[in-house]
């Protein structure tokens, strides 16, 4: 009778431990794949749901999730779009706990650049902001081309197209100094 007892008992421990390690295991293995999961993720797991961000400068910008790509995100805000260089955010909020991999290559294939280039054929009115902000900050304009690393401002009157009697001044302003550019057609 004895011998049972200890032999049940040794079969209780033995199942506790496997449950023990089976856990301890199944806990490893979550956070071995969440350590392969990009902020990317988590932005995509959000399309259509609203975000806020700070970006560099202390710009707060927040909005629906519209598109993302490779390096940047656009953001819809009351008939307003802002693309944002994923590099000059400080920190996100709403973020959920899922997140959702990429499936469409082509689309985690497209960066900065490409956006960029749509909002030029669109010759959309644009306002763009600024690493270290301040009062030189914004630059109000219309893009007029883009190249590997930089884009081509023309600035203007914000009541007049862009046209080559209106246009003040153009910049070139780097990818690296970008922290938002945003449509001024429903600001």
Known sequence: MRWEQLFADMEAQLAAAGQQALEAEAAEQARA????????????????????????????????????????????????????????????????????????????????AHALRALARGRARVRIRLVGGGALGELDGTIDGVGADFVDLALHPDDDYRRRGSVTASRAVPFSALVCVSSLTGA
Do not use: K, M
């Open 33 to 112: 794949e969440y350590a392969r999961v990009q902020l990317a993720d988590r932005l995509r797991r959000r399309r259509g749901e609203p975000v806020r961000a700070l970006l560099a400068g202390s710009v707060p910008v927040e909005g629906r999730v519209r598109a993302l790509g490779a390096g940047w995100v656009a953001l819809e805000d009351r008939g307003a779009e802002h693309l944002v260089p994923l590099g000059a955010v400080l920190w996100w909020e709403s973020l959920g706990r899922g997140w959702q991999p990429a499936t469409d290559v082509l689309t985690v294939r497209l960066g900065l």
